[in-house]
């Protein structure tokens, strides 16, 4: 039987955030969705982590069932600050921290900016590896043309998740339908477009803040695991490579049949490499 996940709310620098908090004993595991979607893209993947770890989970803010203030500074640096805080309320030395698209470069900056807060790294299918963009974004660049093609729908959420799984038959009903109510959360629209257009251009990745970024890979100290969907064509399987070449303590793991969202997509194969990855020490 499926675990149920309880709401939980707190308070973290004036945005009321929603969270969950799942098992009771092994190591704390954080887990970081990306944008314009909620923690509920780990709903496959809570059951399994939490066997052998202590779960949380977070909407961030803005998006999902969190607080809709808008966040006014620079977002990488407000979330390294947001992620400790969070941390700290729920009273949590050091974790674990498995972050997902944009949520994988939210879980390396604050393992730069915090090191001693990480104890592990999980990258799955992170942002911030390389410039290439998928053509849809590349468009929603361009003003009125984004706010068009990110205007809530069932059509513009398919149009949006399919080139993000390899096989569409993983995109039921059930899965359009929740990221469409999602996706339509007030406020949700704005700060997706808001955000991406922070970090993304018509040239793809913003070059002033990819280059930085690319550059202090190598000061990441924390063991590292990169999964990559090896038919990702958001960002391609090459990214995977060059992150793991400039991790020094990385391990790389290529899920086969699978898209950008391999924890979605192969569920079975992804909790089975993190959990072995965490291992089953206790801190």
């Not at 969907?229 to 090459?238: A, I, L, W």
């Not at 070449?245 to 391990?251: A, M």
Request: with cysteine.
């Amino acid at each position: 039987m499926r675990r149920q996940l309880q709401d939980r709310y707190l308070t973290i620098r004036d945005h009321d955030i929603r969270y969950w908090s799942a098992g009771s004993c092994g190591r704390a595991v954080l887990l970081i969705h990306g944008l314009g979607t909620s923690m509920e893209i780990w709903k496959h993947n809570v059951e399994e982590l939490v066997k052998k770890s202590k779960v949380y989970a977070f909407d961030i803010p803005e998006f999902g069932h969190s607080g809709k203030k808008p966040v006014r500074d620079d977002f990488q640096s407000f979330m390294a600050g947001f992620i400790h805080d969070f941390m700290d309320a729920i009273d949590l030395e050091v974790a674990s921290l498995v972050g997902g698209s944009s949520g994988g470069t939210l879980s390396i900056f604050f393992a730069l900016k915090h090191p001693a807060k990480v104890d592990k790294i999980v990258l799955v299918d992170s942002a911030g590896f390389g410039n290439d963009l998928p053509l849809i974004l590349r468009i929603a660049m361009v003003p009125i043309m984004g706010e068009i093609l990110t205007r809530p729908s069932r059509r513009s959420v398919y149009r949006f998740i399919r080139p993000l799984v390899h096989d569409p038959s993983v995109l039921d009903d059930n899965l359009i339908d929740f990221h469409h109510y999602v996706r339509s959360l007030p406020g949700v629209q704005e700060a997706f477009m808001r955000i991406l257009r922070t970090f993304c251009s018509l040239g793809g990745t913003n070059r002033d803040v990819l280059l930085p970024f690319m550059s202090a890979l190598g000061n990441i100290k924390a063991p590292t695991l990169i999964v990559w969907g090896r038919h990702d064509r958001c960002f391609p399987v090459e990214h995977a490579y060059y992150g793991h070449e400039r991790i020094e303590d990385s391990l790389l793991y290529i899920v086969e049949q699978s898209g950008h969202l391999p924890n979605l997509e192969r569920p079975y194969v992804f909790n089975r490499v993190v959990n072995e990855f965490l291992g089953t020490e206790y801190h």
